[in-house]
């Protein structure tokens, strides 16, 4: 049907959005130094940047991400329970939080599981689509 597609379209273009967002957060834990004097800016712009582009851009992947599981009776898959948990391992909360206290309290140190956000989300984002792809059990 011709809203399955469109629903599909949304929840990809979302997801792709939501991704390059972690990734621009995982590039600042990386490369910007909490001491520098426009970290503070910078961080905030980022919080600014997920609060309304990815926040919204990830809202919209669980809306049609959920409706697409709905329409295709695919919450009793294996697969999908495993993508389901790796989706709520929850990284880009931990990475708007992060960011939002660095533009508070500037010096604070990261992790470094921020500092290596961005390899951890592509290596999930990889795994994600071989399940979805492959959709091994």
Not at 38 to 46: C, L, T
Not at 66 to 75: E, I, N, S
Request: hydrophobic residues 55%.
């Amino acid at each position: 049907a011709d809203y399955y597609t469109s629903i599909k379209a949304l929840h990809l273009i979302s997801i792709v959005i939501v991704v390059s967002g972690m990734l621009l957060n995982g590039f600042l834990f990386r490369n910007i130094a909490p001491t520098s004097a426009d970290a503070p800016r910078i961080y905030a712009a980022a919080v600014v940047f997920n609060r309304y582009f990815v926040g919204t851009a990830l809202a919209l992947a669980w809306i049609a991400g959920l409706t697409l599981v709905w329409l295709l009776g695919a919450h009793k898959d294996g697969w999908f329970i495993t993508k389901f948990v790796i989706v709520f391992i929850g990284i880009h909360g931990a990475q708007t939080g992060r960011l939002a206290k660095l533009a508070k309290s500037p010096g604070e140190t990261v992790s470094g599981f921020m500092v290596n956000s961005g390899p951890i989300t592509l290596v999930l984002v990889v795994l994600t689509i071989c399940l979805v792809t492959i959709k091994p059990f």
